[in-house]
C-alpha cells in the first residue's frame, strides 16, 4: 500500500453494511474509487469494519504501512439530504446501536480526558466546490455517538494511534443511493452513483490542493 515518492498520500474510506443499512454506499464507493489517481497524489482506499475494536486496529495498520497525509473517511446517514460536512467529532461513544459484532458503547468516553477535535479538510473550500458542481450540502457539528464519530476522532486526535496521525483529516456523511432505497424508505433523500462518485472526487481533490498550499512540495 506504500505510495511513489514525493506523492501526496489519501486514505479515503468507508463503512461495510451495518444493523438498520443493509446497503452502505460508502462500501459501493471504495469500489468505485479503485485505480483512481489524481495528479501527484496517490489514493488508497479501505472498507472498515463497523466494530468498535476493529476499526481502530485497521486504522492503525494503514497508518503503519501507507502513512497518509490526507484521511477522508465517508459513512452512511440516512437523513442526510445531501453532502453532510462534520466539523466535530465528539469525545463520546452515545449510541445505543450494537455494532456488527453485538457491542454497543452507549455514554462512554473514547478516551478519558481528551478533547473534542475539529475537522481539519478546507470544508468551506469543498461546501463552494459542491455547490458550483449542483450537488447537495449540509453542514453538521455532530457525527454521530457511532462509528462514524469513532473513526473521525482517532483520525484528528494525537493521542490514540502515533502511526495514524494525518495532517489533514475530517469526516463525510452521505445519504443512500437512489436504486439502494426500499419499501418504506422512498421518501429518504438518495443519490445517483454518478453524484456520489463526482461529490467524493471534488472533495478529495479540493482537500488535496487545499494540502498542497499548505505544504508546497520542495525544490
Known amino acids: 500500500m506504500s505510495g511513489r515518492e514525493g506523492a501526496v498520500k489519501i486514505l479515503v474510506t468507508g463503512f461495510t453494511a451495518f444493523p438498520g443499512a443493509p446497503d452502505n454506499p460508502t462500501e459501493w464507493l471504495m469500489e468505485a474509487l479503485a485505480g483512481w489517481r489524481p495528479a501527484g497524489a496517490d489514493i488508497a482506499t479501505a472498507i472498515l469494519p463497523v466494530d468498535y475494536a476493529a476499526a481502530p486496529r485497521v486504522l492503525e495498520a494503514i497508518g503503519a504501512d501507507f502513512r497518509p497525509d490526507i484521511a477522508i473517511h465517508f459513512g452512511l446517514a440516512l437523513a442526510a439530504t445531501g453532502f453532510r460536512l462534520e466539523r466535530l467529532a465528539r469525545n463520546l461513544c452515545s449510541s445505543d446501536l450494537p455494532d456488527n459484532a453485538g457491542v454497543s458503547r452507549a455514554r462512554q468516553p473514547i478516551i478519558e480526558g481528551a478533547s473534542d477535535c475539529i475537522s481539519t479538510l478546507p470544508n468551506e473550500s469543498i461546501a463552494e466546490r459542491l455547490a458550483s ?68 472526487q471534488i472533495i478529495v481533490g479540493t482537500a488535496l490542493a487545499a494540502y498542497r498550499i499548505e505544504k508546497p512540495a520542495e525544490a
Open 133 to 200: 458542481a449542483d450537488l447537495p450540502v449540509e453542514w453538521s457539528d455532530d457525527a454521530g455517538g457511532y462509528l462514524c464519530n469513532l473513526v473521525m476522532f482517532h483520525a484528528l486526535s494525537e493521542r490514540i494511534m502515533p502511526d495514524y496521525a494525518p495532517a489533514m483529516a475530517g469526516f463525510v456523511h452521505v445519504p443512500l443511493l437512489d436504486r439502494m432505497r426500499g419499501d418504506g424508505q422512498n421518501e429518504l433523500f438518495a443519490l445517483t452513483e454518478s453524484e456520489l462518485l463526482l461529490g467524493v
